[in-house]
């Protein structure tokens, strides 16, 4: 069933265990994601940007979603990722999302604060979790760029007061990850997390998680970042299939053939980050 990720991040942080939430692209991607956490007997969240929701209609996948999680009977949050514009996450929250992020990362605390505010009034009585960004995330997530020398963490003691100030109910500090591969390591500060994480005690958001070694998002998940985001390894590895598969047979006609390749490769991925979070048999 479709439920709110509240509770569901509250008691991953409580247990030191992380949810995945997955970026889908397709409704195809919405069954395989759910797939994959139902073999592993594992909640999960279904997350979409707002390009998704453009493309696909909020109502379509709100319905895929809640079709899917009952059929794979699997406790699944809805989540509307990095989203900045308040109309979009009034669409999301109308059509029946359980979580919405209002990314006001660009803007000054002030305006964050006062936008993150505006989103709870907005959704925190009908059950919605809420996700605001303090810092900013480098690289790319659909529209949203930032260049590495406009990522920027965040500041621990901002973080209690935006916690404090707003009444948030997951937060997503930027601590040195980024959107999409990394050209070296990222270079993590676990410091800045622990020194988070003592002071603020809502899940935290492991935002740019593709290509973070498995140990390090580990460690992340141990200080306290409960919701582990992952997009740009799934789309590779659906991606690079589709490709392989034209690449020896550049006739094919049936998409079924490319598409079945394409899902295995995604939902081994998807498989794996589950148990890297430790989530496994958490239903
Ligand atoms: P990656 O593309 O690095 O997995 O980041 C995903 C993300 O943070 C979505 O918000
Ligand atoms: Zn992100
Ligand atoms: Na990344």
Same mark, same amino acid.
């Given at each position: 069933?479709? @439920? ?19 970026? %889908? ?18 909640? %999960? ?56 992020? @209002? ?9 964050? %604060? ?53 009444? %948030? ?11 999409? @591969? ?13 020194? @988070?994480?003592?002071?603020?005690d809502v899940p935290l958001v492991l935002h740019g998680g593709s290509a973070v070694p498995d140990e390090d998002v580990r460690r992340c998940v141990a200080l306290g970042m409960a919701k582990v985001n992952v997009s740009t390894e799934l789309k590779n590895a659906y991606s690079e299939a589709i490709r392989n598969h034209f690449a020896t047979e550049p006739e094919s006609l049936d998409p079924r053939a490319y598409l079945q390749k394409a899902k295995d490769a995604a939902k081994e991925i998807a498989k794996s980050k589950i148990r890297m979070v430790d989530s496994?048999?958490?239903?």
């Amino acid at each position: 069933p479709l @439920i709110s990720t509240t509770p569901m991040l509250e008691k991953a942080r409580a247990d030191k265990h992380g949810i995945v939430a997955f970026n %889908v692209h397709s409704f195809d991607s919405i069954f395989w994601v759910l797939e994959a956490a139902a073999e592993l007997r594992s909640p %999960v969240i279904v997350q979409t940007t707002v390009g998704t929701v453009k493309q696909l209609g909020a109502k379509n996948i709100v319905q895929v979603v809640t079709a899917a999680s009952e059929y794979y009977d699997i406790p699944t949050g809805l989540h509307l990722d990095h989203c900045t514009d308040l109309e979009v996450i009034k669409e999301a929250i109308h059509a029946g999302y359980t979580s919405v992020m @209002i990314d006001a990362s660009m803007h000054s605390f002030e305006k964050n %604060v006062e936008r993150t505010k505006k989103v709870i009034d907005l959704a925190k009585s009908l059950g919605v979790n809420i996700e605001a960004e303090l810092g900013k995330v480098g690289g790319v997530e659909d529209d949203i760029v930032v260049n590495e020398e406009d990522a920027q963490k965040a500041v621990p003691i901002e973080c209690k007061q935006f916690v404090d100030s707003t009444g %948030v109910p997951t937060l997503a500090p930027a601590i040195g990850t980024a959107h999409g @591969i990394y050209k070296g390591k990222p270079n993590i500060d676990f410091n800045r997390i622990a020194e @988070i994480a003592k002071i603020v005690d809502v899940p935290l958001v492991l935002h740019g998680g593709s290509a973070v070694p498995d140990e390090d998002v580990r460690r992340c998940v141990a200080l306290g970042m409960a919701k582990v985001n992952v997009s740009t390894e799934l789309k590779n590895a659906y991606s690079e299939a589709i490709r392989n598969h034209f690449a020896t047979e550049p006739e094919s006609l049936d998409p079924r053939a490319y598409l079945q390749k394409a899902k295995d490769a995604a939902k081994e991925i998807a498989k794996s980050k589950i148990r890297m979070v430790d989530s496994e048999n958490k239903v």
